[in-house]
């Protein structure tokens, strides 16, 4: 009822302030930003330790995998796509440089190669979308159970025949995920730079502009003359690299390629996209937003710690957090309505 | 109509398919009645003096016996477990009996273990041995039993009795109350203690809390557990929330971790310079956490003799079918050795 008034003509001041609030009302990210504001609020008022400096960045290198993957998981669903193998992709790039550097191959090379098996998996789930016509949905979920077959097959044979996890010891690349400038986690300098570039990239670059087109409306992309199948490649190949770096980043940061890793992540990626005001029926989405995503659900687990909160009641609570997320969204866009 | 004359023919058909495998589930289990003695008393347990190193008896097989030994290949744990078996296979070769590995799939669970036993009753094995992690493998064990082919179980064990002979494995609750004696004793009896957990959902898991949460609670009032929470498992997670317990509780003493991805709260404690300081007790000799032990990240962890599960059950089958030798308790426990730095060359070598 409240939006109803603020649209209602009024007189004088009262118009002025009222416009201003619907103008920051409507910027996509204030909602989930202001969410996030509260809660660090709350927090820092409940636990002493929540501000410290420390604690800060290991918060965001705790969320730096899932915030990695999540700008390629943008990308994607922005076209109206969706990927659920990011996890598995995450698992073999990392067991996959992890064992070709077990069998001595320089590391660096080891670490081109697992980039390229990642973005090898992100092309193939491209290709199979646009030229074979298979649902995203159904693409991405062989692709994630072929991910993980291919984990355990990368990981059998280093001692027995059975599955294990496969040290990764090289200190150079393992800085990736467990190296330090100053007090900053590195993965933290990482997720900066990828998160700055790539909003850039979407504002203002044309290929960056007809992910939107293709996702608001296909249709209308394609008779103006954009590759629609060009763009979305283009959106699972760059997931693919993504999620290479990320698998390289968890390994690196316990010097171990385990087969586990990233099992579930997609969960969590899609849920940051979601709150960070995506719409998974394409065409609306940003970086930005999915960050800040990331980040409550971040922020709510080392709260739930900090604040020897029942773990239980962590899990319900990021389940309100992206209900209530996509419910705000959408008493944005269509005010009034119910 | 012609839907229904289908469906009529097809439900007759599996009604005659289930009436003939039923007369010649009888008709075998009336054919293998050689009389084998009854097993013991489900629920007794015993520590057997010969745990791991269990001999066959001096006694061929009248006819060539088969058994199978349903395992588990998804992480390094079932490494021994596997070597137990091919040691077994290798024993009871000579004696007129073959022992197959059969690896049933990708996770403990039901679906998986219900159509392994059900295949290895289809291919006529003389015995089985297999893992039953959940409850609902009970039925398929308990039809395995009824159609004349004994089973062991072995490493985990359903709440639920079933038909099995006998079981070899580790007592989850008596493993978590080692831990909190151990716990109790490196911290002097007092401190902050807090417990990563795989899955709250996850019986094997929440046994181990329990014995170690309730002999801390009886044994040392000095000792508070800060909080538990769950990793699923993973060593990333378990970094992650390592870190923030340690944020929480500067002062924090000790971190119990139930089940996988040790080394990744160790390598928290190691990367914030607290090695030592912080106590921590976990499970298992896969190599990440064996590294984390000789380094003294790791104060110590608590072992189920792998070796012995893979090992034991073809054994102690082989002598019921052909003596008739009847284990002495129908729970085998294994040992839960206590590694340390000091005693880490015994269990394990790089």
Redesign the interface.
């Known amino acids: 009822m409240t939006e109803i008034k603020i649209s209602s003509p009024e007189t004088g001041n009262d118009k002025i302030s009222l416009s201003f609030f619907r103008r920051i009302f409507q910027i996509r990210e204030i909602g989930v930003l202001s969410a996030l504001i509260v809660l660090i609020i709350i927090m820092s008022f409940a636990s002493p330790y929540f501000l410290k400096m420390q604690n800060i960045f290991n918060v965001i290198r705790g969320m730096s995998t899932i915030g990695i993957m999540a700008i390629g998981m943008t990308m994607i669903i922005i076209t109206g796509g969706i990927d659920l193998s990011v996890g598995s992709l995450l698992a073999v790039s990392g067991v996959f440089t992890a064992r070709l550097m077990f069998h001595g191959v320089f590391p660096w090379l080891a670490v081109a190669a697992g980039f390229g098996f990642g973005i090898g998996l992100g092309l193939t789930n491209g290709i199979i979308i646009t030229k074979v016509r298979v649902n995203p949905f159904i693409t991405t979920l062989g692709m994630l159970s072929i991910g993980r077959g291919l984990t355990y097959l990368f990981a059998t044979g280093l001692k027995g025949a059975v599955a294990s996890n496969v040290p990764m010891r090289d200190p150079s690349v393992n800085f990736l995920g467990a190296g330090y400038i100053g007090p900053i986690p590195f993965p933290v300098i990482e997720l900066a730079i990828l998160v700055i570039i790539f909003s850039l990239f979407l504002k203002h670059t044309v290929l960056g502009r007809q992910i939107y087109a293709v996702g608001s409306n296909k249709e209308a992309a394609r008779l103006s003359g954009v590759n629609i199948d060009r763009v979305q490649i283009f959106a699972y190949t760059i997931t693919g690299a993504f999620c290479a770096l990320s698998g390289i980043i968890n390994a690196g940061l316990l010097a171990t390629a385990a087969t586990n890793a990233g099992t579930g992540n997609e969960l969590d990626v899609i849920a940051a996209v979601v709150i960070g005001g995506a719409s998974l029926s394409g065409g609306e989405g940003s970086i930005i937003g999915a960050i800040i995503g990331a980040a409550i659900m971040a922020v709510l687990r080392n709260s739930f710690v900090l604040l020897h909160l029942p773990a239980f009641m962590q899990t319900i609570s990021i389940g309100v957090v992206i209900i209530l997320a996509v419910a705000f969204d959408n008493l944005r866009k269509h005010p009034g309505k119910s | 109509m012609k839907k229904r004359s289908i469906f009529i023919l097809l439900a007759a058909a599996m009604f005659l398919c289930s009436v003939m495998a039923w007369t010649e589930g009888q008709a075998e289990s009336a054919d293998t009645g050689k009389a084998l003695p009854p097993g013991p008393e489900f629920s007794s347990a015993v520590i057997p003096s010969d745990s791991g190193a269990v001999k066959p008896v001096n006694q061929k097989a009248d006819k060539p016996l088969r058994i199978a030994v349903l395992g588990l290949?998804?992480?390094?744990f079932?490494?021994p477990v596997?070597?137990g078996t091919f040691k077994a296979a290798e024993e009871l070769k000579p004696l007129n009996c073959t022992v197959d590995w059969i690896n049933a799939g990708a996770q403990h669970t039901t679906d998986v273990f219900s159509k392994a036993i059900e295949a290895a009753v289809a291919q006529e094995y003389d015995a089985i041995a297999t893992i039953a992690g959940d409850s609902g493998v009970v039925p398929y064990i308990n039809r395995a039993v009824e159609s004349g082919i004994p089973v062991a179980t072995f490493n985990s064990e359903t709440e639920v009795e079933n038909k099995r002979l006998f079981f070899v494995g580790a007592d989850l609750y008596k493993q978590g109350e080692s831990a909190g004696e151990a716990m109790i004793e490196v911290l002097g009896g007092k401190g902050k203690v807090a417990i990563i957990t795989g899955f709250?959902a996850v019986e094997a898991h929440e046994l181990r809390r329990l014995g170690f949460e309730e002999t801390i609670a009886k044994k040392a009032p000095g000792i508070t557990i800060?909080?538990?929470?769950?990793n699923?498992?993973?060593?990333?997670i378990a970094?992650?929330?390592a870190?923030?317990?340690m944020?929480?509780n500067p002062d924090l003493a000790g971190i119990y971790v139930t089940a996988?991805?040790p080394?990744?709260a160790a390598?928290a404690v190691e990367?914030a310079g607290k090695t030592g300081k912080i106590k921590m007790i976990s499970y298992d000799f896969?190599?990440?956490t064996m590294e984390f032990v000789e380094k003294g990240v790791i104060t110590g962890t608590i072992g189920q003799q792998p070796f012995a599960q893979g090992h034991d059950p073809a054994i102690r089958l082989f002598n019921y079918l052909v003596a008739g030798e009847v284990p002495e308790a129908g729970r085998l426990l294994t040992k839960a050795d206590f590694v340390t730095k000091a005693n880490i060359d015994q269990f394990w070598s790089k």
């Open positions: 290949e998804n992480n390094p079932w490494i596997k070597e709250f800060v909080d538990r929470v769950e699923q498992d993973k060593a990333d970094y992650n929330q870190q923030d317990f944020t929480a996988g991805g080394f990744g390598a990367d896969v190599d990440e």
